[in-house]
């Protein structure tokens, strides 16, 4: 039976708890989940004057042996009962010096017999490792093998009301999906601009982020965004869906191309995959598109009344055309605004 793999939040726990395990294999698409394990573990395990002598961190990019790595772990801490030993950047390693079958089998023997007093935290970033492979298994067996995947758009919103809430700040429904659609699934970024939005947050207001405070401070207009450019389609409000990409071609450095093609390709890409749903009431079709809540769905259902399936699928060909015409292909000479306001014309008409 295969080990029940752990979520970010019960890695933190037990490490809280000072349960600890002798290798940390951090991996994944999304950054910020391992650069949060590493980080705790590198701040919390050992007091400030352990660390002078039990901490140590490498970086993937300076590696020209992983035995620099194995050597370090099997040291003994000093006046500690614990040391850490972190490597960071592990994808940069230079596969022409070191191979991954070496580094695999330099640290499937390290495992065999692993220092019990040393917490080895590898942060291996945008890619994982064969989890059929005998040292993912070892990995396992050992301590924690941790994918790090990257969120769904429609998980975005719950993540940030999260993050906020755990800082006694809350925030207005549509200013979550202001920062979505600007954002998106970048969780670094995320975390920053929301950081952003807590320190200017006046200390005689109630702590709640509302669109204004969006617009001033993170540069996106509560009228003319990614979110209100989807309503406006959504219903088919020609008028304002045009005011808005006027507004985008106005201001391309805050509203890239780029950007919105993204926001309209997931969202149609969502309700192609609506139709498709077993059950095509709100509950149903947040469970196929892994929705936070069943209201979230009310935009897709709406949606679906007013363009047919068909249709959707010619949206989704005609902003594949788009993107690829911003990128120079086809007709170089047409500019973003033009490109989109024939796409916009395309899918209203």
């Known amino acids: 039976m295969a080990k029940k793999e ?8 037990a490490l809280k708890a000072k349960q600890y395990a002798p290798i ?18 590198a701040n919390n395990v050992l007091t400030k004057e352990e660390q002078e002598f039990n901490l140590t961190i490498l970086y993937g990019g300076d590696l020209t042996d992983f035995a620099a790595v194995i050597n370090a ?59 059929r492979k005998k040292l993912a298994a070892e990995i396992e ?8 995947k990257r969120l769904k758009e429609g998980q975005v919103p719950a993540f940030i009301e999260s993050y906020l809430q755990a800082r006694q700040t809350g925030i207005d429904a549509k200013a979550a999906a202001m920062l ?25 207001q109630k702590r709640t982020v ?20 989807r309503n406006a389609l959504i219903v088919k409000d020609v008028l304002k869906a045009n005011k808005i990409i006027k507004y985008f071609a106005e201001n391309p450095k805050t509203n890239p191309i ?18 498709y749903a077993p059950d095509k009431s709100e509950q149903g079709i ?46 170089p000479q047409i500019g973003d605004a033009d490109i989109m306001r024939e796409l916009i014309f395309k899918i209203l008409h």
Request: a neutral charge.
């Open 258 to 275: 780029q950007m919105t093609l993204a926001l309209l390709f997931n969202f149609y890409a969502n309700l192609m995959l609506a139709y």
């Open 210 to 229: 509302t669109p204004e405070l969006v617009e001033k401070n993170i540069g996106i207009s509560k009228e003319y965004n990614g979110f209100e450019l």
């Open 180 to 204: 979505t659609d600007f954002v998106g699934t970048d969780l670094g970024r995320l975390v920053g601009e929301l950081d952003k939005l807590i320190i200017t947050l006046p200390p005689e």
């Open 6 to 13: 752990l979520s970010f939040e019960e890695i933190l726990r």
């Open 73 to 131: 772990a099997k040291r003994y801490p000093m006046m500690a009962e614990h040391q850490v030993v972190i490597l960071k950047e592990m994808q940069s390693i230079d596969r022409r010096q070191l191979s991954p079958d070496k580094l695999s089998e330099q640290l499937w023997h390290y495992l065999q017999k692993p220092q019990p007093s040393t917490l080895l935290v590898l942060c291996h970033k945008y890619g994982t490792i064969d989890r």
């Open 286 to 331: 947040a469970a196929m598109l892994g929705l936070k809540s069943p209201w979230a769905a009310r935009d897709y259902i709406s949606a679906m009344r007013r363009y047919s399936g068909v249709k959707v699928m010619q949206i989704i060909g005609e902003i594949r055309y788009a993107d690829a015409r911003s990128k120079g292909v086809g007709n």
């Open 24 to 41: 940390y294999y951090l991996m994944g698409e999304e950054g910020y989940y391992i650069d949060r394990i590493a980080d705790y573990i």
């Open 141 to 148: 067996k050992r301590g924690v093998l941790f994918e790090s």
